[in-house]
């Protein structure tokens, strides 16, 4: 019902900047939420930031914070994640996901539909 597809990821040296995009399709009225998260190998998944549909409050953990920056663009109805000063735990394959409830929540289960995901790997 709504397919979401990552990109942007890649190599990049540590303290540089990536931008994810993640361009969503299908039923996505139905969704309020959307979030990005990040699994390294060996670790859970974990939460990155999330934005608000409905309006544009965003979230984030607070190893990202001050250096991502979630967005949107509505007429493309695509997120966006705006990665500055990477460092090397940054490296992980990165999620997009939507959820239907109007709550930013960091918790993957509370999320109803995900991307495959898109690799970054930070080098020192």
């Known amino acids: 019902q709504v397919q979401l597809v990552e990109a942007g990821g890649g190599l990049v040296q540590a303290g540089g900047s990536l931008r994810l995009s993640c361009a969503a399709s299908?039923?996505?009225?139905?969704?309020?939420?959307r979030g990005w998260f990040r699994q390294a190998p060996g670790k859970e998944r974990e939460f990155v930031a999330a934005i608000s549909w409905s309006d544009i409050s965003t979230r984030y953990a607070d190893s990202v914070k001050g250096r991502f920056i979630i967005s949107r663009d509505d007429a493309k109805n695509t997120v966006y994640l705006q990665m500055n000063s990477v460092k090397p735990e940054d490296t992980a394959d990165y999620y997009c996901a939507a959820r239907i409830i109007a709550t930013m929540s960091p918790r993957p289960y509370d999320y109803d539909y995900w991307g495959q995901g898109t690799q970054v790997t930070v080098s020192s």
């Open positions: 299908g039923r996505t009225f139905s969704t309020n939420v």
